[in-house]
């Protein structure tokens, strides 16, 4: 994901974009006015909130995974450039001998 110059940011950019998100959005339930009917629109509604609640988890495990892909190549920025820095320091002022 990484090259040797730390060029990270395509592989932040996909791990911002892995997964979908799944739509939580039903169409309402028809009711009726008799009670066979009511009571098929209650369990449907409870079906579709369990469903919701399921697709809710789901999303949120897909922004973790978002989160977590994306974090990698900031880490590897983060730790080149701290390299880099220490590279940069040890130069200053000092004696090389080879």
């Not at 395509?10 to 066979?36: C, E, I, N, R, W």
């Amino acid at each position: 994901m990484a090259d040797i110059d730390a060029n990270t940011k395509k592989a932040a950019q996909l791990g911002a974009s892995m997964g979908m998100h799944l739509s939580a959005d039903f169409p309402p339930v028809p009711t009726g006015s008799d009670a066979k009917s009511q009571q098929i629109a209650n369990e449907l509604n409870a079906f579709l909130n369990a469903a919701r609640k399921e697709i809710h988890t789901y999303n949120q495990s897909v922004d973790a995974m978002r989160a977590g892909a994306s974090a990698v190549p900031e880490a590897i920025d983060a730790t080149d450039q701290s390299g880099a820095d220490t590279v940069n320091r040890s130069a200053e002022g000092g004696t090389y001998t080879i």
